[in-house]
């Protein structure tokens, strides 16, 4: 699990994402899109789930891909070319189902890019014809734009500010989209509000959705239970039942409360971390 090559995507006030090489023949031999690892990056941090962006199986390498957002992705941050991570388990979850379902529409906003990226080329590869809208707050956040547009028979952008491609939301792009012509799936990762949103559009269209949810986990294999959802008013577990689900049937509500219990305490211990330096 060493790390073989360290690159910063995103390095802006309040924004840090960094993709990572690492050596992991067992992982990258059985790894399929949508599933992810979990990581420690030392024995004190705590169990971080990451989705896979590339699987290499000649070469035994993994490529992730995330976001300094407290202290446990900020300690993996500080990690150079060379070191070894703590632990790293998987591959985990169900993998994305890859068909020709026929025309589909990929929407990635944030960090969540990372996780379409490995579908759509998957998808693009299957026959599918491919549509990838892609969000961000501004062009200086936007990450695998050229990785995305090779795999992407029609490709979108729409920024908060309007510094690249459309000013507006990615639902807005999407609702376009949908009006001008008929789609078989439509498939979403991103912040909660998004993808909450997304649901709602595609449901005016009967479009099936798949969103890729990105619940709190501590253990990643089903064990304890704090990666709960309800998925039409079942509970399911993001780590083992998922991380991938029919976005029409998701509680939304419920998941935006759950991912905020624990906002208040990473802040405080990143606060901490910053005056210990």
């Not at 992810?36 to 989705?51: C, S």
């Not at 199986?57 to 300094?68: A, H, P, R, S």
């Not at 595609?202 to 959802?229: P, Q, W």
Request: proline share 4%.
């Amino acid at each position: 699990m060493k790390i073989l090559s360290k690159k910063s995507l995103v390095s802006v006030p309040g924004s840090k994402v960094t993709q990572i090489v690492l050596s992991s023949p067992d992982i990258a031999a059985k790894a399929l899109p949508g599933e992810f690892v979990v990581i420690m990056a030392d024995k004190k941090g705590e169990r971080v789930p990451l989705t896979i962006v590339n699987a290499d199986k000649k070469n035994g390498t993994v490529t992730l891909i995330f976001q300094e957002a407290g202290l446990s992705t900020t300690l993996l941050g500080k990690m150079n070319v060379g070191d070894s991570l703590y632990a790293m388990v998987g591959p985990l979850g169900h993998a994305t189902p890859i068909k020709n379902y026929g025309k589909i529409i990929l929407v990635g906003g944030g960090v969540g890019i990372a996780e379409i990226y490995p579908v759509a080329a998957a998808l693009k590869d299957a026959g599918n014809h491919v549509t990838t809208i892609l969000g961000a707050r501004s062009k200086d956040i936007l990450i695998l734009e050229q990785e995305l547009k090779k795999a992407s028979d029609e490709f979108y952008v729409a920024t908060d500010d309007g510094s690249y491609g459309v000013k507006g939301f990615t639902t807005d792009l999407l609702r376009e989209r949908l009006s001008k012509g008929s789609y078989d799936v439509v498939y979403a990762v991103g912040p909660i509000p998004m993808m909450k949103k997304v649901t709602a559009v595609t449901k005016e269209f009967n479009v099936k959705t798949v969103v890729s949810l990105n619940a709190l986990m501590v253990d990643g294999t089903g064990m304890c239970g704090g990666c709960r959802v309800t998925i039409g008013g079942q509970v399911k577990f993001t780590c083992v039942d998922g991380p991938e689900f029919d976005g029409q049937l998701v509680d939304w509500n419920e998941l935006e409360k759950r991912n905020k219990v624990y906002f208040g305490k990473e802040k405080h211990v990143c606060e901490l971390d910053k005056v210990a330096k």
